[in-house]
């Protein structure tokens, strides 16, 4: 027989029962298989699914709701006040805050009506950061301070940058052991600084390169990296004997160190300088790096017995404090053309004998020449070269005039035909071009012996300022009457009967003026016009650097109107007066053995 359960509780109940024995509750008769028998059986509590476990059509028969015992109203009254205990929990602590946050936000903004120095509310959007360095647009060099004395030195460019001579400050001492100081200042200053630094070593001795001890060299741009070119005399210890050794290392112009030495003696042999007879010239800088002509002089038994002596040259390219050799020549001493590594005074651009290269494609660009005339035997040397394009280069000569070079073809023309003047054949003669400056453009100011003056565009284009005519009336009496060319704003500083004006492209009188710009021809060397955004002044025998403007005005008051500049930056108060200096530079101090 198959056990019988309640229809209520389902519990067990005993076969017969009237009533369930757990509940209590009534119990059915049911007719089955057993009513042949007649008895009468408790009904049977199925499951929904049925005794087959697959629910009938239309989904599961209905089934009388239980009523919950007392234990489970018990257990559903208490999770009903634990859900409403926390739900007032949450709205009390939520209705807290906002009448905390409503309180601050009132007592701040009462604070910041009446007091102008409360700090408001930080903003979740970050502010533009300010950078501590100001913006300049004139610096004046300082002296150099020696034993607390301001000293007079030579400020001279450098690359993109402005260096003063080195000085050992009247010390023996000082300068066997390659204590130097020196005046510095590149455009991401905002005043000159001084440096001293030490170059020698224990057991070493700085060998001097010359009047200025060391060679100071810099790259062109914003930030330009500067390195010092020194050599060091090792002493003799034991059998091994003295040698000379030639080194570079970059200068942080943040903190005075020095960096790693590089050693520039890529040949064989570390021979005293006097025996191999080496030397070292910073001869160009592009935007990255400094280029370095070393030299020296062989000497070995020819096939008559006499001494045969060979020239070395070999150009060293300085990137990051690494060192890579660009190119070797070599050639007998007597023989033409000669070999010598020279600067080019231009941007990227060096000369090997009348061969012009490049640093940082370190290839041959092309053979420059010139034309001799009755006056000259010779080209004279090359001078004043400057890049008006990939295609076209001016230079100088000393002898023999100017000269336009096609890089695309090789071919060299005088300036004057390409000025569209015939050339007379005596250099010396009133209608050959006396003299020519290049603008940031690219472009030359050209002006002749016969006081006409040309511009000239990067493309070869050629526009005449003002007839000889006219500036021989305007400059009467004053010899050519131009004292110089702002590249920056690209005009012309002259010089009349009665005043000194300045005059731009078009021939427009722009403004006046009482001190202009010194070019190449006036002070020592000039920088690459189309590679720096400052020049050079002096405001009586003390050199300035400005944007454009001349020293102690703005930007916008001066000649800015003829290259269209607005620009109203700042101009920062002299750091000096005359050549006393004032001992506000900064003072660096570093070791050789210091590193970054």
């Excluded at 009534?26 to 199925?46: C, I, K, R, V």
């Excluded at 629910?55 to 007392?70: A, F, S, Y």
């Excluded at 204590?179 to 440096?195: N, Y």
């Excluded at 001097?208 to 062109?220: E, H, K, L, R, V």
């Amino acid at each position: 027989m198959e056990p019988m359960f309640c229809k209520r509780c389902g519990k067990p109940v005993t076969a017969g029962s009237q009533q369930c024995e757990a509940c209590g509750a009534p119990l059915t008769p049911q007719h089955g298989p057993d009513m042949a028998n007649g008895q009468t059986l408790p009904e049977q509590a199925s499951s929904p699914m049925g005794t087959t476990g697959i629910p009938p059509v239309g989904g599961p028969p209905h089934q009388p709701r239980k009523k919950p015992t007392k234990r489970q109203l018990t257990v559903v009254g208490i999770v009903v006040v634990a859900v409403i205990t926390v739900i007032a929990l949450i709205v009390g602590v939520t209705t807290w805050r906002h009448a905390q946050d409503g309180t601050s936000s009132a007592t701040a903004s009462a604070t910041q009506s009446s007091s102008a120095t409360a700090s408001p509310r930080k903003s979740s959007t970050p502010k533009p950061t300010v950078s501590a360095t100001p913006q300049v647009s004139s610096v004046t060099m300082t002296s150099v301070m020696c034993n607390g004395r301001a000293t007079d030195v030579r400020w001279n460019w450098t690359g993109g940058a402005m260096a003063s001579n080195p000085l050992a400050c009247y010390s023996d001492s000082n300068l066997a052991n390659g204590i130097l100081t020196f005046g510095l200042w590149t455009p991401a200053m905002t005043q000159s600084k001084q440096f001293t630094v030490t170059l020698a070593e224990s057991g070493e001795q700085l060998e001097s390169m010359g009047s200025d001890f060391i060679q100071i060299a810099a790259t062109y741009g914003d930030k330009p990296d500067v390195y010092l070119i020194y050599e060091i005399r090792t002493k003799a210890v034991g059998t091994t004997p003295e040698s000379v050794h030639a080194y570079v290392s970059q200068l942080n112009v943040e903190t005075g160190k020095l960096g790693k030495r590089i050693d520039l003696n890529t040949a064989s042999g570390n021979e005293s300088n006097g025996e191999q007879d080496y030397g070292y010239n910073f001869i160009a800088s592009s935007d990255i790096a400094i280029a370095i002509d070393k030299s020296w002089t062989t000497q070995s038994a020819g096939p008559d017995g006499n001494n045969v002596y060979t020239n070395h040259h070999q150009v060293l390219r300085i990137h990051d404090s690494e060192m890579m050799v660009l190119q070797t020549f070599e050639q007998a001493e007597d023989q033409e053309p000669s070999i010598d590594v020279t600067a080019s005074g231009a941007d990227d651009l060096y000369l090997s004998g009348t061969r012009l290269f490049s640093i940082e494609d370190n290839k041959q660009i092309g053979t420059l020449s010139c034309i001799l005339n009755s006056d000259s035997y010779s080209c004279g040397g090359y001078s004043t070269i400057r890049k008006l394009s990939d295609t076209y280069y001016a230079y100088s000569t000393g002898f023999t005039g100017s000269y336009i070079f096609n890089a695309s073809d090789g071919t060299v023309r005088q300036m004057e035909n390409v000025l569209g003047i015939e050339p007379k054949d005596s250099v010396l003669y009133t209608d050959n071009v006396a003299a020519w400056e290049q603008c940031s453009d690219g472009s030359l100011y050209i002006w002749m012996s016969s006081k006409r003056v040309f511009t000239m565009d990067p493309d070869l284009k050629v526009t005449e300022v003002l007839n000889g005519d006219q500036w021989s009336r305007l400059l009467d009496g004053y010899g050519n009457g131009l004292e110089g060319v702002n590249y920056l704003n690209k005009t012309l500083y002259a010089r009349t009967t009665d005043e000194r004006i300045v005059v731009d492209a078009q021939g427009q009188t722009v403004g006046r003026y009482t001190a202009h710009p010194s070019g190449s021809s006036n002070y020592g060397t000039s920088p690459d016009p189309t590679a720096t955004k400052w020049i050079l002044w002096f405001v009586g025998d003390t050199p300035a650097v400005t944007k454009g403007q001349e020293p102690g005005s703005s930007t916008s008051s001066s000649s800015s109107s003829a290259s269209g500049s607005s620009d109203t930056s700042n101009t920062s108060s002299p750091s000096g007066t005359g050549g006393s200096g004032s001992g506000s530079s900064s003072t660096g101090t570093s070791s050789g053995s210091s590193s970054d």
